[in-house]
């Protein structure tokens, strides 16, 4: 989120979210994403936290190429998945 909110934006929501000392569940993750910045938003900030992640840990970006709706719990399960295999 720091590309998009820069690291004050980023630290802001977190501490809004109450999510400053780990990486939170995905799902109440997107809920509370979705609640401050609805769809469109959090689906931005979504996409960019995963392009990030596969980025640095040198991932396949084929996930990011999903058709229609884009969703984060299971595009980060899909990541983790192939991560372990």
Known sequence: ???VLGESGTASVLLYM???DDF???REFNK???AIFGVSGA???ERVIVKDLALRFK???DL??????FDFDATIAAIEK???A
């Open 32 to 34: 509370k994403l979705l």
């Open 43 to 45: 689906q931005s900030l």
């Open 64 to 69: 990011m190429k999903i058709e229609g709706a």
């Open 18 to 20: 109450r999510m400053v």
């Open 82 to 84: 192939s991560a372990r």
């Open 59 to 61: 991932w396949s970006l």
């Open 1 to 3: 989120m720091n590309k």
């Open 24 to 26: 939170p569940d995905p």
